[in-house]
């Protein structure tokens, strides 16, 4: 369709006509889309993420999912650029198992926090460019999710919501889990069961109205059995 | 140096040189390059851009934003009964709210605490590895660090990346030998001593509040009620403070955590007829 930039004062069509220079730089970033979630409840934790791989307006993948498994009781959600978070849990993994061979035993999911946040700032000056959100169990056994900004600062959360979708999936689990802007409600505790319900409502919604979000669901739920996975198919449009 | 060689100072300046010394590939060719900065702390830089401009440009690309956790009001004042520290709990990233709920202030000992405000990941990396080195301190010298020298400490590792765009403002608040101690490091490699600071981007609404209602004879009653009523003000007017404050006393006999009350409610309690 034509645009009304094409047309001059007259009505007529404009010639072409050279704009000046105009300087293109390489970014070494990319924004390759994708939403991650992660929530925390009693002896639980539960670490979501879509499976799209978008560049732009093409989508790459439609099976690539964002959560990576840590250990048997943490595991990782993250989006952004790709390529970082590629490089990110290479060096993760790599640090973990340096870990586990000179203390001889596993890190818990405090402790790769922690340690997330400094690989992170030691690329204070040139950033990963990566929305992380870690779920797990802690040292007690309780479900525990850390979030991240790109450059490491990190706190503990009950609930975090990272990536495209996150502004309209963090205000819907705030009012659901949060409970907050709700008066006079009962604060009941989340079961696994209603949490994983409520994941894949929230993920539905986000694919309905994020571009970058859509067509699979890959849930990891962390107990003290272990991590289950389950794939569940969102909109391919 | 003799200060940067007990506190392993060296490695830091070490840094400084090869990140300005022009020859970035003797960052990676190093043969313990694999040891991914478990032995010593490593920063990676863009190469030819300046630092503190390159994340501004890379913002400027369709799709790629990288925004970063910033947005404070903190306050310090000391008087007679010790100091008093209050902190919201609000990170904004751009327009975005990441969280209502931050911890602003961390407890390097119970007789030393730091406050954060600024870029979050830097106040929190910087005070982590302050808090680092006066246990180191503690260790090697069987005393307690000052406050004087604890904040110098962190003020030495602002200069040594000074220009790099680093965002920190941060107030060192003790009690040692001198009795209480309160310094305002930022940075720049600002270090200052006073009576009374605050820092972020409330700050001048907190400076009005605490100035108009601060007694040296006050009882502590009212100094909390001072400190709540400094941040409860500036989190009203401005945007990127919020969340609820956070509060504590250092005492002689250590620090105390007074309080956390969310703001909201104080304001409606400050202005009643207003509403």
Known sequence: MLSAQNFGES?????????????????????????????????????????????????????????????????????????????????????????????????????????????????RFFPYYVYNIIGGLDEQGKGAVYSFDPVGSYQRDTYKAGGSASAMLQPLL?????????????????????????????????????????????ICIVTKEGIEEQNIPLRKD | MALAAVCGGQSSSEHFGQLFSGKQARLFDRPNHFSFGTKIQEFAVPVGNEPSGFLRSCNREEG????????????????????????????????????NDVNKVIEINPYLLGTMSGSAADCQYWERLLAKECRLYRLRNNHRISVAAASKLLCNMMLGYRGMGLSV?????????????????????????????????????????????????????????????????????????????????????????????????????????MF
């Open chain 2, 64 to 99: 790629v934003r990288i925004d970063l956790n910033h947005g404070t009001t903190t306050l310090a004042f000391k008087f007679r009964h010790g100091v008093i520290v209050a902190v919201d709990s609000r990170a904004s990233a751009g327009n975005y709210l990441a969280s």
């Open chain 1, 11 to 123: 009505g007529k069509m404009k010639e072409y006509h050279y704009a000046g220079p105009t300087e293109h730089r390489f970014s070494p970033y990319a924004f390759n889309g994708g939403t991650v979630l992660a929530v925390a409840g009693e002896d639980f934790a539960i670490v979501a993420s879509d499976t799209r791989l978008s560049e732009g307006y093409s989508i790459h993948s439609r099976d690539s999912p964002k959560c990576y498994k840590l250990t048997d009781t943490t595991v990782l959600g993250c989006s952004g650029f790709h390529g970082d978070c590629l490089t990110l849990t290479k060096i993760i993994d790599a640090r973990l198992k340096m870990y586990k061979h000179s203390n001889n035993k596993t890190m818990t999911s405090g402790a790769i926090a922690a340690m997330l946040s400094t690989i992170l700032y030691s690329r």
């Open chain 1, 174 to 218: 705030d009012n659901q889990i949060g409970f907050k802007n709700m008066e006079g409600v009962e604060h009941v505790p989340l079961t696994k069961d209603k949490a994983v319900q409520l994941v894949k409502d929230v993920f539905v919604s986000a694919a309905e109205r994020d571009v970058y979000t859509g067509d699979a669901l890959r």
């Open chain 2, 169 to 273: 403002g941060s107030m060192i608040c003790g009690w040692d030998k001198e009795g209480p101690g309160l310094y305002y490091v930022d940075d720049n490699g600002t270090r200052l001593s006073g009576r009374m600071f605050s820092t972020g981007c409330g700050n001048s609404y907190a400076y009005g509040v605490v100035d108009s209602g601060y007694k040296e004879d006050m009882t502590v009653e009212e100094a909390y009620e001072l400190g709540c009523r400094g941040i409860a003000h500036a989190t009203h007017r401005d945007a990127y403070s919020g969340g609820s404050v956070n509060m504590y006393h250092m005492r002689e006999d250590g620090l105390i955590k007074v309080c956390k009350e969310d703001v909201s409610e104080l304001i409606h309690r400050y202005r009643e007829g």
